[in-house]
């Protein structure tokens, strides 16, 4: 728990700290929230702010967004971390920020990593919440709906922030060079395509990339009063990360392409290959699981249903033990999907009821299957006509599910994949009856 003034000493901070920008003018990236006429710039310059949550990946702003509208605002602020404080501490600054209140200043408190406190600690926060003591701001790289509870979460705003492109990161490096507060006093050489590299390193993380940049120009060699970067000097300060990644920048979305597309043309050699590019280049286990388990949907199906549950498991495992342990789980998974049989339809099905979803929206539900909890909607003839199948010898009845424009549409086509050509007569059964059967 640190109470932060709004002016520090930033001679001994690191290139990152002293480049932290101190308006929204200076900030990099997030424009989709901060551009101009964009909903949270509106609510930071109209001081209208309420208890928010940021939710991004490392190094996109979280804290220093926090930090900005703290003094745009000229609020106290307090930087507090999930990660060393307890119950105690909490209370400790909910008296402080009480105090504050009755001499009419207004508390920020950000709490970095919200989501690893357990519930107990995220419900000493509420009733201060409530009563207006302080103004919340958590940050979390978790999804809030799964790691914050409802009642904190019900009373907070979620902003999502976005990776840095590298174009952006490129050009926060560019400036860092020539800003007094980073490498503006000295003469450096290095070249475009060098700070390209180093942004593309970064993967989305501003505090990565300055980083990495004060590294390469400590690292430099001096002539006289310039200092160059050369590419050995590059290719030895950038981690194995980079490495695994490809020396010209290959960003993780395109791994994860690969690992998708080997799994889809049922490969497990170079599925469990690239699934060890990302995991050993630091890749969050847990965004691949979730990869995992769309594509045993979306790439298996019915053609495989346990695909599926195997993948839910493997999410699980990732999430109860972590790295390292969890590599053995992945690779299970991942070389099942490689060598189950594929089925694109139920990606098919919903895309295709979608489109008509879209663009017939205003079409009614069938009186016949609507329900009838009132006398009102009885009177309406609302259930009129329902047939209930478990009444019928059959478990199957001929009534009309679909709106009176749609009848006859077909969204889900199975394939002969697997355990879905099994699905695929069951339909033809089902359909060859309801022609025979159908209402006259």
């Not at 009480?98 to 950000?110: D, P, S």
């Not at 902003?159 to 400036?175: C, D, K, Y």
Request: aromatic share 8%; with cysteine; hydrophobic share 40%.
């Amino acid at each position: 728990m640190e109470e932060q003034g709004l002016f520090e000493n930033t001679a001994t901070q690191p290139l990152a700290a002293r480049l932290r920008p101190q308006t929204l003018d200076g900030f990099v990236g997030q424009t989709h929230l901060l551009g101009p006429g964009k909903v949270l710039r509106r609510l930071i310059e109209n001081d209208n702010i309420s208890s928010m949550i940021f939710w991004g990946p490392p190094g996109v702003g979280k804290t220093t967004l926090a930090r900005i509208i703290a003094r745009h605002t000229k609020s106290a602020f307090i930087d507090f971390s999930a990660v060393t404080s307890g119950i105690k501490e909490i209370r400790a600054v909910m008296q402080k920020a009480e105090a504050n209140r009755q001499y009419g200043a207004r508390t920020i408190v950000f709490v970095d990593e919200i989501h690893r406190f357990n519930k107990a600690q995220q419900d000493a926060f509420l009733p201060f919440v409530e009563k207006g003591s302080i103004i919340l701001i958590g940050a979390t790289t978790e999804n809030p709906s799964f790691e914050i509870n409802g009642a904190l979460l019900s009373r907070c705003k979620v902003f999502v922030l976005h990776a840095l492109t590298a174009e952006e990161l490129t050009g926060l490096l560019a400036r860092a060079l020539t800003d007094p507060l980073g490498f503006g006093g000295q003469k450096i050489t290095i070249s475009r395509d060098m700070l390209s590299q180093i942004a593309n390193f970064a993967n989305g993380d501003a505090r990565t990339a300055l980083g990495t940049l004060e590294m390469v120009v400590l690292n430099g060699e001096a002539d006289g009063d310039t200092l160059t970067v050369t590419e050995e000097t590059l290719e030895q300060c950038l981690s194995k990360k980079s490495l695994l990644y490809d020396k010209n920048g290959e960003e993780h979305y395109n791994i994860i392409s690969a690992l998708h597309k080997s799994m889809r043309n049922s490969d497990p050699d170079a599925a469990v290959y690239w699934l060890a590019r990302m995991l050993e280049a630091g890749e969050d286990p847990l965004y691949v699981a979730r990869r995992v388990l769309r594509f045993a949907s979306e790439d298996v199906g019915l053609a495989d249903p346990r695909a599926m549950e195997l993948a839910v498991a493997a999410y699980q495992a990732c999430h109860f033990i972590g790295m390292p342990e969890c590599t053995v789980h992945l690779t299970q998974a991942v070389i099942y999907l490689s060598l189950a049989p594929k089925s694109n339809s139920m990606e098919v099905a919903y895309n295709n009821a979608k489109a008509d979803a879209l663009t017939q929206l205003d079409e009614p539900v069938p009186l016949n299957i609507r329900n009838a909890p009132t006398k009102l909607m009885r009177d309406l003839h609302y259930g009129e006509g329902y047939q209930y199948a478990h009444d019928y010898k059959d478990h199957i009845t001929s009534m009309q599910c679909l709106p009176d424009s749609l009848v006859g549409r077909a969204y889900y086509e199975p394939s002969e994949q697997g355990l879905e050509a099994r699905f695929k007569e069951r339909l033809r059964q089902i359909k060859e009856w309801k022609r025979q059967h159908k209402q006259k």
